[in-house]
């Protein structure tokens, strides 16, 4: 399995809600690194443009209104097969649906608001990265 990294966000009601440590304990757990990571609130042409892919869907307002009203803590994680484990170590996207021990079983407050985001593939991990990290300011091995 290749060394891979990924980009996690802790969303807004997560940090509110005092979990960060909770939730970064379960990728440590699951055995990936937080490599880089920082504090921001997204503005809200900032949250569209993220979820981009989202535009025009029922939840889009919804979304980001809920990802703009506080600030989320950006990561880059870096472990084997990290964009799949990382998805794993989240759990389903609503949290209802979510297995025991997945951050979402544990952490989420609703469809909208369930604790983290994660990149789904390869190509989104690269982008989504870059959308909030400088190479210079990753620390990583690859
Ligand atoms: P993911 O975060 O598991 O990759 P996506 O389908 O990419 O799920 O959706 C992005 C985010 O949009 C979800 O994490 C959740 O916050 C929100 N969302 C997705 N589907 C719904 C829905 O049906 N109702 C409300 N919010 C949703
Ligand atoms: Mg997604």
């Known amino acids: 399995m290749p060394q891979e990294q990924t980009l996690s966000l802790i969303k807004p009601s997560s940090v509110t809600a005092n979990q960060i440590g909770g939730i970064i304990n379960k990728f440590e757990e699951g055995g990936l690194k937080v490599v880089a990571a920082k504090m921001v609130r997204l503005t809200e042409n900032q949250a569209k443009d993220f979820y981009g892919v ?6 889009f307002g919804e979304l980001i209104s809920f990802m703009t009203k ?73």
């Open 54 to 59: 989202h535009q025009g869907k029922p939840f």
């Open 70 to 142: 506080g600030p989320i803590l950006a990561q880059v994680l870096e472990g084997e097969n990290a964009i799949q484990k990382n998805r794993e170590i989240m759990g389903a996207t609503n949290p209802a649906e979510a297995a025991p021990g997945t951050i979402r079983a544990e952490f989420a407050h609703s469809m909208t608001e369930n604790a983290v985001h994660g990149s789904d593939a390869p190509e989104t991990a690269e982008k989504e990265i870059a959308f909030f990290f400088d190479k210079k300011d990753i620390y990583g091995t690859i």
